[in-house]
């Protein structure tokens, strides 16, 4: 049985003020449906993790550094974020890819670091709106995927969340609607499952692209969406908690 993960992605966004009251008010909510995780600024880890101590909720970064330590300016690595508290590294958003220029092997490498430091990556995968009008996002996301296999095995996907996220739905207010959202976290479950069953049938699949808590339900329903990765509405604490209701709908 996999149980739901609405993990919110807050961005750049926020003060010291805002994720306080925001943290505060998630805290107030949590009615334990769902496992919640939060994935804040870098600079607000410590505060959050402080914050999260004593409840159930997860600490999420939303990148980690392929390199141990060293010379990689700006960059944060694996062993200051399980310091921070962290048990999740969010890998590879398109916005990382498409703004940063990050490519399936560095994701890659960044998702390695992460299962050998101990943290949970979360793999961001999806298409392009180009790509979806094409009808090319299976192989795009098996693309995606194949980067990390080769890297970590499938075996680095048994302590792993992958999270389906079509580009043109991010921040945009499209969303995929249930049924396609469902074929694709299918392909990806069924992907993994030709290496090996186990591991593919405990995999979360999140589903990441203007979810809501008006479609959260319809779309946490389906047999392969096993939770979400939640970026606007994850701002206000009654919706990110909204979302999570849902989940038992
Ligand atoms: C995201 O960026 O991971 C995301 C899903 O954003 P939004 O919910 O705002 O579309």
């Given at each position: 049985?996999?149980?739901?993960?609405?993990?919110?992605?807050?961005?750049?966004?926020?003060?010291?003020?805002?994720?306080?009251?925001?943290?505060?008010?998630?805290?107030?909510?949590?009615?334990?449906?769902?496992?919640?995780?939060?994935?804040p600024?870098?600079?607000?880890?410590?505060?959050?993790?402080?914050?999260?101590?004593?409840?159930?909720?997860?600490?999420?970064?939303?990148?980690?550094c392929?390199?141990?330590?060293?010379?990689?300016?700006?960059?944060?690595?694996?062993?200051?974020?399980?310091?921070?508290?962290?048990?999740?590294?969010?890998?590879?958003?398109?916005?990382?890819?498409?703004?940063?220029?990050?490519?399936?092997?560095?994701?890659?490498?960044?998702?390695?670091?992460?299962?050998?430091?101990?943290?949970?990556?979360?793999?961001?995968?999806?298409?392009?709106?180009?790509?979806?009008?094409?009808?090319?996002?299976?192989?795009?996301?098996?693309?995606?995927?194949?980067?990390?296999?080769?890297?970590?095995?499938?075996?680095?996907?048994?302590?792993?969340?992958?999270?389906?996220?079509?580009?043109?739905?991010?921040g945009?207010?499209?969303?995929?609607?249930p049924?396609?959202?469902?074929?694709?976290?299918?392909?990806?479950?069924?992907?993994?499952?030709?290496?090996?069953?186990?591991?593919?049938?405990?995999?979360?699949i999140?589903?990441?692209?203007?979810?809501?808590?008006?479609?959260?339900?319809?779309?946490?329903?389906?047999?392969?969406?096993?939770?979400?990765?939640?970026?606007?509405?994850s701002?206000?604490?009654?919706?990110?908690?909204?979302?999570?209701?849902?989940?038992?709908?």
């Amino acid at each position: 049985m996999r149980k739901t993960l609405i993990a919110g992605n807050w961005k750049m966004n926020g003060s010291m003020a805002s994720v306080i009251e925001l943290i505060e008010g998630i805290k107030a909510g949590d009615s334990g449906v769902a496992e919640l995780a939060v994935c804040p600024p870098a600079v607000f880890l410590m505060k959050v993790g402080g914050m999260l101590a004593d409840t159930e909720i997860a600490l999420g970064a939303q990148n980690v550094c392929n390199h141990e330590s060293g010379a990689y300016t700006g960059e944060v690595s694996a062993a200051m974020l399980t310091e921070s508290g962290c048990r999740y590294a969010i890998v590879g958003h398109s916005e990382r890819r498409s703004l940063y220029l990050e490519s399936d092997q560095l994701v890659a490498a960044r998702f390695d670091m992460a299962i050998k430091s101990g943290l949970i990556p979360i793999l961001c995968v999806g298409e392009t709106l180009d790509e979806h009008e094409q009808g090319v996002t299976e192989a795009v996301v098996a693309k995606q995927i194949d980067a990390v296999l080769e890297l970590s095995g499938i075996g680095g996907f048994a302590n792993a969340v992958i999270a389906y996220e079509p580009v043109w739905a991010i921040g945009t207010g499209l969303v995929a609607s249930p049924d396609t959202a469902q074929g694709i976290h299918h392909f990806i479950r069924g992907k993994l499952a030709e290496s090996d069953a186990g591991i593919a049938e405990q995999l979360r699949i999140l589903y990441g692209g203007s979810m809501n808590p008006g479609n959260a339900a319809e779309l946490l329903a389906q047999p392969d969406i096993d939770g979400g990765l939640i970026g606007g509405a994850s701002l206000k604490a009654q919706d990110f908690l909204a979302i999570a209701q849902a989940a038992q709908e």
